[in-house]
């Protein structure tokens, strides 16, 4: 079991600021209602203070657009926000309708692609689609400065569980970054939230409802020229931004806060300043560092998470030490059975076989370990 990320909200139910907004009337079962009169009536006198019902445009009847997005939108129970400032917390589909910000697709299932284009011509970016990219499902735009979000559906949904493709995951990312590059879009968009297509601070532009397969969105991106290339996803991960930050800190010092415990056995609040430490120094190394407050919730994290259900935390020293000479032997067994054909291996004639050297190992790890603690003692 792996320790689970930090969590993205940032107040308590009781903590979380109110705003009165206008928002969208919902039914008792969940779905919107028809815009009212003082909504329709904002019609074409858009401005931050003045904001209208985006989903009208483009003539779709109301429920054609609500019946297209409740199709699409597969989250029961997504994030939702207004101002990111004021947190991002789970609510029910009702509640979250009525927010600016709504998550883009579930957490293990990913239905929808999105890309964000901070460019005054995003809409026009996003429908010049000849021989560039396919027509996105639905363009959710700023009024007041032209940006906009938009989103394409897949006919199967990505897996992105431990029981799913792999091999999908990278390929639906390829995808995503392709379509971003043909329109131009925000590199460091982490494509959790979109805009709500139905509140009245956005214009909708409801293009279609039907879904692509990966490999439709690839064989067109791929002509154009904009999918990347085979070194890409090695490149993302040594070039973390935007959400991406977060996920690279994580399992970095996860994997580093297994190996660290030998050195704080008995003493847990020593291991949460070590993770701490660990969690500042590799949050130095990227180009836009994360904030006090987020390292704050990684480290509580994944200390918390060892502390309390780890079992080499619990086990002990002496389990770990045992687990630790068993790796060691097996990995000399692999390499004594690679090398079998050479002289060494299991029926080495110049060299000790792998099993042998694996034990060796182990034992000069344990005597250096020894010697390190009586230093320590002196």
């Known amino acids: ?106 957490k293990h299932v990913w239905g929808l692609i999105g890309v964000d284009v901070d460019h005054p011509d995003a809409v026009l970016r996003m429908v010049s689609t000849v021989d560039n990219h396919p027509q996105p499902n639905v363009i959710i735009e700023n009024p007041v400065n032209g940006h906009a979000h938009a989103a394409w559906a897949v006919t199967t949904p990505i897996n992105l569980t431990n029981y799913g493709s792999r091999r999908s995951v990278r390929y639906g990312l390829s995808i995503e970054e392709a379509l971003r590059r043909a329109v131009g879009g925000d590199p460091h968009y982490p494509a959790r939230l979109i805009k709500n297509p139905f509140h009245p601070r956005w214009m909708t532009h409801f293009i279609h409802a039907d879904t692509s397969t990966l490999d439709r969105f690839g064989g067109i991106l791929t002509p154009a020229g904009h999918m990347p290339g085979r070194g890409w996803h090695n490149q993302r991960r040594r070039t ?17 806060a297994y190996r660290e415990m030998r050195h704080h056995w008995g003493d847990p609040e020593g291991y949460r300043a070590a993770i701490a430490r660990e969690v500042a120094i590799r949050n130095a190394d990227f180009a836009v560092p994360l904030g006090v407050t987020e390292l704050g919730h990684i480290s509580t994290s994944i200390a918390d998470w060892t502390i309390r259900y780890s079992r080499m935390w619990n086990d002990g020293p002496a389990a770990y030490d045992k687990a630790f000479r068993a790796i060691q032997a097996a990995r000399g067994r692999k390499g004594g059975v690679k090398g079998s054909g050479r002289n060494g291996g299991l029926t080495g004639n110049s060299r000790p076989g792998g099993h ?9 790890s344990d005597k250096l370990r020894d010697m390190v603690v009586t230093a320590a003692l002196l």
């Open 1 to 106: 079991m792996k320790p689970r990320p930090a969590p993205l909200d940032r107040h308590r139910p009781s903590d979380r600021p109110r705003h009165r907004q206008e928002s969208h009337p919902v039914s008792p079962s969940g779905l919107l209602l028809p815009p009212t009169a003082s909504q329709e009536a904002l019609r074409g006198s858009l401005s931050d203070e003045n904001l209208g019902p985006g989903y009208l445009v483009g003539g779709m009847p109301f429920e054609a657009a609500t019946a297209i997005w409740e199709r699409l939108w597969t989250s029961r129970y997504p994030l939702a926000a207004d101002a990111f400032d004021d947190g991002v917390w789970r609510q029910t589909r009702a509640a979250a309708m009525t927010r600016q910000h709504v998550e883009l697709h579930p």
């Open 240 to 256: 973390p931004v935007g959400h991406s930050r977060n996920e690279t800190l994580f399992h970095g010092v996860r994997h580093y």
């Open 356 to 364: 042998a050297r694996g034990e060796d190992r182990a034992d000069t």
